[in-house]
């Protein structure tokens, strides 16, 4: 009997497959490639907030890590094939969110997350790693940076 974990990472990738044919392919492709992907821990992130991207690809530059921005509906959150997520809750999908909540409730998700924006609308999990930072807050950014670089040192 399969788990929930190995369930939806086939379940998504063959949605990808079926649903995003050429892009799956050419993905493919290019992971093969070693030189067009860097193999190694990436910071996940679903934002809309030019500061707050432009300081999260100057930190992976420096840390040395591959940078995954994505949609906010997108099912990639719950994959964690990377160290940290940085999550805008009020762009999130909710029904994403859910299905994250419930992994992380379920102890199947173990990635810290960082919740920025508005976020009193969505459902928190009852373990797991949500920390929460207001983008309102003058140096937000800079305490975004520096939970990445503290959350890479002590995952290694």
């Known amino acids: 009997m399969l788990n929930r974990r190995v369930f939806l990472k086939g379940f998504v990738a063959t949605g990808l497959a079926l649903n995003h044919g050429n892009l799956f392919a050419e993905t493919l492709m290019n992971m093969s490639n070693k030189t067009s992907r860097k193999l190694g821990p990436a910071i996940y992130c679903v934002v809309d907030n030019p500061e707050l991207e432009a300081a999260l690809k100057t930190c992976a530059e420096e840390i040395d890590c591959e940078i995954l921005f994505d949609w906010p509906n997108s099912i990639e959150l719950i994959l964690e094939h990377h160290f940290i997520a940085v999550v805008d809750g ?11 909540v419930e992994l992380c409730n379920d102890g199947e998700i173990k990635v810290p997350c960082l919740l920025v924006g508005s976020s009193e609308h969505l459902q928190m999990p009852k373990q797991g790693s949500i920390y929460h930072l207001a983008l309102n807050d003058h140096d937000a950014i800079e305490k975004t940076i520096k939970n990445i670089k503290c959350g890479l040192l002590t995952s290694a």
């Open 90 to 100: 009020s762009i999130i999908d909710k029904d994403v969110w859910d299905m994250y």
